[in-house]
């Protein structure tokens, strides 16, 4: 039987009664779990404490799934931890992570593949007066550090929001794209786009802004949607070849999940990569793409499972 440890952020649990935290590490795992079972493999908690590593060393497993997301560039340091025990593990490898989390570079390499990207600066005062613009932390996770009050439309406002946002340096300033704004899970080797998401704010306050900040986030379920995008057969095949780059460029594998938005006109425009998105079947988007190609949740841990053993690099 194959044994897979899922790999988690937090303390040390070893069956499912142990798993005391609400909260989506926790869901996901009950349900990653779940599904392994149901696929006939013994599924087993392996939590990481970081700077504690012990817990990966001599692992009794044949296969690593990783559900380890955090802030910062922590997800690509225990990307490389992995490789180390020479198991083989779902999810990008260390240079995918890296290369998404860090956005700037991201959107450089995007730039090199002539891939469409707002502009961006990346250290002090922008010398700019294409407003509005967004300023956001220049690596983590896609959505991380972004407020409210980071979408700016004036000098003044880009000044004030600066200074606020000093401690989260360095920072990165990008034009903002006032449209609609889409999400595409890519899957497999070679990736395949799944059908894009559209995320809508039609139930936003008019005090908050357009975008998935954290006031947004934090009352996702009443104020933003999720539902299939209803593009032009045309559009959607530009933004799906698009997502399928994106994630070629940054040598991504497995799954991962590109954020774009599309101008007035229409046009894409890359915004981010998730190199690990979330898998909660209630709550995450890519299950919710992936069950509008056909896929359902036990289906697609399997997927994940197969590529991580027949094409671990």
Known sequence: MTRVALLLKGDFYETPADLKREGQQ?????????????LGMEPFYLPLSPPRFAPLQNIQADLIFNLYASTGLEQALVSSLLELTRLPYTGSSPLGHFLALHKPWAKNIWRD???????????????????????KPDRGG??????????????????????????FSPLLVERFIAGRELTVGILGDPPRALPPLEITFDRLPPELPPILSYEAKTRFDE???????????????????????????LNLRHYAR???????????????ANSLPGLDPDYSDFPRAAKLAGLS?????????????????
Not at 28 to 36: E, F, K, N
Not at 119 to 133: M, N, R
Not at 231 to 243: H, K, M, N, T, Y
Not at 297 to 313: D, F, M, N, S, T
């Open 258 to 272: 590109i954020d774009l938005r599309l101008d007035e006109e229409g046009h894409p425009w890359l915004l981010e």
């Open 297 to 313: 949740y036990h289906q697609l841990i399997g997927e994940l499972v197969r590529l991580a053993l027949e094409k671990p690099r």
């Open 142 to 167: 896609s959505g991380e550090g972004v407020y409210s009050s980071c979408l700016v439309y004036n000098k003044s406002q880009l000044q004030e929001q600066l200074t606020w946002m000093a401690s």
């Open 26 to 38: 926790v869901r996901t795992a009950q349900a990653v779990s779940r599904a392994l079972e149901n």
């Open 223 to 249: 104020l933003v949607g999720v539902k299939r995008a209803s593009l032009s057969s045309e559009l959607e095949g530009e933004v799906r070849r698009i997502s399928e780059s994106a994630f070629q460029a």
């Open 113 to 135: 593949w002539n891939l469409p990207t707002p502009a961006s600066f990346e250290h002090g005062d922008p010398k700019t007066d294409d407003f509005p613009l967004i300023v």
